[in-house]
């Protein structure tokens, strides 16, 4: 096992791009980098390389809620949370009445500055298999004809 080229433990899960370059890192460092590449058993005993999924991090439902409360627990006012970001002292406003969800790159400013969490993981939007009749016993379907094309 390989050492850790962040915190030099001798306890690698893999690779991962830090600052434009790809290095070992440990379970605690892989949060630290992008692109993240980790180890998984192989049949051979060699390590094989499994791409991890990034994880979409999308505002929560409540987001201008969350806003609301981690601005008025710091004491500050619109205009001083929008000259901290910075942004208009508007968006703000259209933030905290629920019209309209800061995109995640300035979430994550919010969030920062705010020291409130407004990003959650995306839900899987894929649409649901649609549903299709049964056919009719001896009625041909289209899984019967592709079978006979091949």
Not at 33 to 55: C, E
Request: charged share 35%; with cysteine; hydrophobic share 35%.
């Amino acid at each position: 096992m390989d050492e850790c080229s962040v915190c030099g433990r001798n306890e690698s899960v893999g690779t991962a791009l830090i600052e434009g370059a790809r290095v070992t890192v440990c379970a605690r460092c892989v949060g630290y980098g992008k692109n993240v590449d980790l180890y998984a058993p192989a049949q051979s005993g060699r390590p094989a390389f499994v791409r991890a999924k990034p994880v979409e991090l999308v505002p929560a439902e409540d987001c201008g809620q969350r806003i609301t409360r981690a601005r008025e627990a710091k004491g500050w006012t619109r205009r001083e949370l929008a000259e901290r970001v910075p942004v208009h002292e508007s968006e703000i406003k259209s933030f905290e009445d629920g019209r309209v969800k800061p995109l995640p790159e300035k979430a994550k400013k919010l969030e920062y500055i705010l020291g409130a969490k407004l990003l959650v993981p995306a839900e899987d939007n894929s649409p649901a298999k649609p549903i299709l009749p049964k056919p009719a016993s001896g009625e041909a379907t289209l899984e019967d004809y592709l079978k006979r094309k091949r």
